[in-house]
Structures are given as C-alpha cells and as structure tokens.
Nanobody, 120 residues
Framework: HVQLVESGGGSVQTGGSLRLSCAAS?????MGWFRQGPGKEREGVAS???????YYVDSVKGRFTISQDNANDTVYLEMNSLKPEDTAMYSC??????????????????WGQGTQVTVS
C-alpha cells in the first residue's frame, strides 16, 4: 500500500524559505515533487532516485534542494529565495519504477493530497 502525505506549505514573502515534507510509505525509491500554479499546467519541480540522484527543473536550480531521509524515506523539498512564480499547490508523487524521465508527471503512479505554497 502506498501512502504519501505532504506538509510544510504556507504563505511566505518573496525571498523567503519553506521546507516541504512528504511522509512516504510503499514505493519510495523514485520520488518527485510537482506543482500546479494558477492558470498553469502541472510541472515537475524536483525528483530523487535511490536517495542520491537529484533532478530539477531549470527554474528552481540553485534555489531548491530535494533530499530523502534514509531512516524513514521522508522526502524533503527545501525552497529558498522564493518568488511569486513559485506559488502553487505542491504534490509529492512516486512510482514503482524509476525510468528515464524523472520530471514527467505521466511517469508517476501515486500522488499525495498536496500542500499549498503562496509567495507574495
């Protein structure tokens, strides 16, 4: 059984920071964070495979860091230097195989409920 529960969202000023958490059970090897902002399509933000290989969309490189806790498989997204463009519902996702497209939403099979991030 797969369970994904996100937390850590909130409202923050431009330039601020937030740390999102995804408590995960089941398939935890190929994990990703996705977001969907107002009037935008869902996009892959960051993914981590095998707890070591990290992938980022260009717009967040240098600002966001994805990591995974080896003890309990929790996946984190540390977000720094936040911009209004980062405002979105952020969702955690996983799949039962890693594949070659870590930032494509159609590769992921299981999704959490999401946590809202608002930057102003």
């Amino acid at each position: 059984h797969v369970q994904l529960v996100e937390s850590g969202g909130g409202s923050v000023q431009t330039g601020g920071s937030l740390r999102l958490s995804c408590a995960a059970s089941g398939y935890t090897t190929c994990m990703g964070w996705f977001r969907q902002g107002p009037g935008k399509e869902r996009e892959g933000v960051a993914s981590i495979y095998y707890g070591v290989n990290a992938y980022y969309v260009d717009s967040v490189k240098g600002r966001f860091t994805i990591s995974q806790d080896n003890a309990n498989d929790t996946v984190y997204l540390e977000m720094n230097s936040l911009k209004p463009e980062d405002t979105a519902m952020y969702s955690c996702a996983t799949k039962d195989y890693c594949g070659l497209t870590p930032l494509r939403d159609y590769e992921y099979h299981y999704w959490g409920q999401g946590t809202q991030v608002t930057v102003s």
